[in-house]
Structures are given as C-alpha cells and as structure tokens.
C-alpha cells in the first residue's frame, strides 16, 4: 500500500483513490492503472507528465542539471570510465570487477564481425542513400541472419542478441560510411578499443596505414558515453513500444534508429552542425536569433532547449571541453567553435531562452568535434544510434525481465459519431 493517495471527484459519482507512487529520486507518480476499469482515461499527448515504466537504469533531474546511469553521474563516468565499462553498467547494473570487464569486453570484442552475405545488403542500397536508411534496413536485416537466438522469452537469447548488437553495431555504421564514399569495407580489428576499432573501420584503406589518433579515440569513447542512455526519450520509448508485442530484438533496435533519425531527437546534431555554418559568421548571429523567437517561423536554434532538462544540459559541458582538447590536437581553429560559442553566450542572455529555460544540449557542440574528426555530418546520427544501441538494448532486456504488457495507449476520439455510409460511387 502506498502512503500517500490522490483522490478524484467526478460530479455526482463516488471519489477514486489513487496510490501515489515513489521511487527512489525524483517526482511522485500517481498510479492512474486502475482508471481505465471505471471508465476513465488519462489524456497526455507526448507524454509531458506521464511514466510509461518503471525503470532502474537512468535517472535525470532536469531542473538540476543531473544525469546518473545506476546511480553514477553521467560527467564522472566520461572522465573516469570507458564506452564498454558504461555499457556493463548499464546492462548489468553495478561497476565490473576487472575480471567480469574482461570477460565482457573480450566478448564484445569477438563478435565485432557481420555475417559476409551482409556486405552485399548494402550494394543493393543507393550510393547517395542516408546513411540512417541504410542503417535502419540492415539492422532489421540482422533478424535474417541471426534467428538461431531470436526467442525473445529465453534469457540466454536476450543475452546474445545484446551482444550481438552491441558488437556489430560500429562495424555497420563504418560500413555505410565507406560504402557511401565508395572505398572498400574494412574489417574489425580486436586489438583495438570500441572507439579505436570504428575510427579505423572509417579511415583505414587497404593502401596505406591508418594509426589511431589517441586523443580522438578518447574523444569517440566519451561522445559514446554521452549517448549511452537517456531514460524514456522518443527512441527509447520506441523501442520499448516495438518490443512489448514480443517483437525480436533486431526489429525493436531498428525501430529506435528510425525513431531517433528525426531532427528534434538524434537527428538534431546533424541539423545543428548545418545551421551553425548557415549562421557561418558571428554578424549573422542576432538574425537567426530573431527567427528562433519568432512564432510565425518554424525555424528552432538547432542543439537547444530539451523536454527535461531545463538547466544546462550535463552533457554538453563535457562535450563542450572535448571539443576544445579535438581542436587543440588537431591544431585546428575552427570558425563555427566561435560562431557557436558565441550563439550560446547571446541566446543565453536574451529573455526568450531564459523565460523558457532553453540551455544548449548535448548535440551543441558534439558535431564540431565529429567534424574536426573528419567525419560527415550524415554520418552524426548513426554515431547517435551506434551508442544508443546500449541504452536500447538495456531497457529492452529490463523490460523482459521484470515482466511487461503490450504497450497499447487510448485516445480521445474526437471524429465523427457513428452515422449511414451511402457510396458516391455508383451514382
Ligand atoms: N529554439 C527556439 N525556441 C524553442 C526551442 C529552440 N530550440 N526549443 C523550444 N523552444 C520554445 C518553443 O517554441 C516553446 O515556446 P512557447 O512556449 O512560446 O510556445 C517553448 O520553447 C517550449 O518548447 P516545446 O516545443 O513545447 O518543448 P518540448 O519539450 O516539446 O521540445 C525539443 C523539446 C528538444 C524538441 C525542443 O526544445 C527542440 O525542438 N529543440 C531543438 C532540437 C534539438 O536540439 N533536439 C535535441 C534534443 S537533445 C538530444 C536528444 O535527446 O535527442
């Protein structure tokens, strides 16, 4: 029994009372299950005050500036962790020993390489295809493949079809990227990190060899901590929706990348990077400001404002200081660094964002960095979905676990009532 209970009053009929819920941190949540039996739905459209699930693995406080993965903040984890070390901990809960990392990580490691009849998937896509069709399609496709461990009530099959998943998951997203450019696949190499094995997978030619820059690996492992997980966004939620029917893994995760391609979600860094060379130079700045503020134009200042966060987001800070180590590195100076520093600095004094409690995001800063890495801006979203993948598979696998119902929303039917079909055909 719950302490606390809201109760409801509907005219003339008896009061309902409803437990009011509470987790570990966070808001109370009123349990509105058993409405639905007295006739009664709740209507949330988008789901601004509504919890779709319980979950134990993420937890943000948007008003704080707050990201935790099983408890650990999300700016520790970039500075002290690694990508795999993040996805166990996702996956499993507590911080591995380092012979349960082992384990994981050389398991991951060996499963890096795709099914070779994959390879010729991709020659039946178009070479100027976005590199998140292509995604999309063959990582549906992997169900194809791999239907030995499809079985989505067997825990030894959820295991594999996470690692699965989370092993092939760079060696595909480099293979859209050479496959776009028209350069020859380049198989995984074990001996590398996560982030080493894909940047080699996208740089190396079989002409000449391709040395791993160690900063930028550090960089590419700390974008992908930064995208591990983010509890029940849009593509998440997604997920879990494809996967309540008792779909397979490969068409849950497929459905999360197709979910996160849209710009007001994954697909934001891309638009982000392509408004920041729009604006190109700090003069342009106060216009683009203007049509942000705008009601009458539907242009947004790409990479800010968030559902939840309504304070900095914790993960562009990090990404902010990673963008200037790449730069650094690199010797590069990079006009758009300025022209978004500057954005941040005048939209984060104007009344309008304030009022609104806009704040740059993580996809602010992450598609300079990625830029500098010369890497495309197509290709930012697969990156996106390549990380995610953790975040995917970990809620998928929990709720399996713990037990789910099909996720099957109401509506408020606001159509016609029932009326007379007379055809216009005939006549
Ligand atoms: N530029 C200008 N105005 C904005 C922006 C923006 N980027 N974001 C929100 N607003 C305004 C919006 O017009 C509204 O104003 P008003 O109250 O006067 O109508 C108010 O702020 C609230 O916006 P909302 O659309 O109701 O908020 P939401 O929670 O539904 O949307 C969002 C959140 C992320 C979709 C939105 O802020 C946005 O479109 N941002 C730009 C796209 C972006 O950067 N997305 C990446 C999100 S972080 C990565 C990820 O998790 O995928």
């Known amino acids: 029994m719950a302490d606390k209970k809201v109760t409801l009053t509907l005219d003339g009929e008896a009061p309902v009372e409803l437990d009011v819920l509470q987790g570990t941190l966070g808001q109370d949540v009123v349990d509105v299950r058993s409405l639905g039996s007295q006739g009664l739905f709740t209507f949330d459209p988008g789901f601004t005050s509504t919890a779709s699930c319980e979950s134990k693995i993420t937890y943000i406080d948007g008003d704080e500036g707050i990201l ?17 070390e993040v996805c166990y901990i996702l996956l499993n809960g507590e911080a591995p020993t380092p012979e349960q990392f082992e384990e994981f990580r050389i398991t991951v490691t060996r499963h890096t390489m795709i099914h070779e009849q994959i390879t010729r998937l991709f020659h039946g896509f178009r070479r100027d295809s976005h590199p998140m069709a292509v995604m999309c399609g063959v990582t549906g496709a992997l169900a194809a493949f791999y239907h030995d461990s499809m079985d989505v009530n067997i825990e030894r099959h959820r295991e594999i079809a996470a690692f ?13 990227y050479k496959y776009s450019i028209g350069q020859p696949f380049v198989y995984p190499r074990n001996d590398l990190s996560y982030a080493g094995n894909f940047l080699h997978m996208m ?10 820059n160690p900063v930028l690996e550090r960089a590419m492992d700390r974008i992908l901590i930064l995208h591990a997980d983010h509890e029940q966004n849009a593509s998440t939620s997604t997920v879990r929706t494809a996967g309540s029917s008792g779909a397979n893994p490969f068409a849950c995760i497929a459905a999360g990348i197709a979910s996160l391609w849209g710009p007001a979600h994954g697909g934001a860094n891309e638009a982000c990077l392509r408004m920041l060379e729009e604006i190109s130079h700090k003069e342009h700045i106060p216009e683009f400001v203007r049509r942000a503020k705008d009601k009458n134009d539907s242009f947004r200042l790409m990479g ?11 993960r ?13 590195e690199l010797g590069m100076k990079d006009d758009l660094l300025e022209v978004a520093m500057e954005l941040e ?11 609104r ?8 800063y992450s598609g300079i960095i990625l830029k500098a890495m010369g890497i495309p801006s197509s290709m930012f979203t697969v990156i996106f ?43």
């Open 68 to 84: 935790l993965h099983r408890g650990y903040p999300i700016d520790q984890l970039a500075t002290h962790s690694n990508y795999l």
């Open 164 to 176: 699965r998943l989370l092993s092939k998951m760079p060696t595909m997203a480099a293979m859209c």
């Open 203 to 212: 740089f190396a030619t079989p002409c000449e060899e391709y040395k791993v």
């Open 304 to 314: 800010f404002g968030h559902r939840v966060y309504k304070n900095y987001d914790p």
């Open 316 to 328: 562009a800070t990090v990404m902010r200081d990673t963008c200037h180590e790449v730069l650094n």
């Open 345 to 355: 600095h005048i939209a984060l004094n104007d009344p309008y964002f304030i009022e």
């Open 357 to 364: 409690k806009l704040y740059p995001n993580v996809d602010f």
């Open 385 to 427: 979905a390549m990380a995610r993948t953790v975040g995917w598979i970990a809620h998928w696998k929990e709720m399996h676990d713990e037990g789910m119902k099909i996720a099957r929303p109401r509506q408020l039917y606001t159509g016609y009532a029932q009326r007379e079909f007379e055809s216009q055909l005939q006549k």
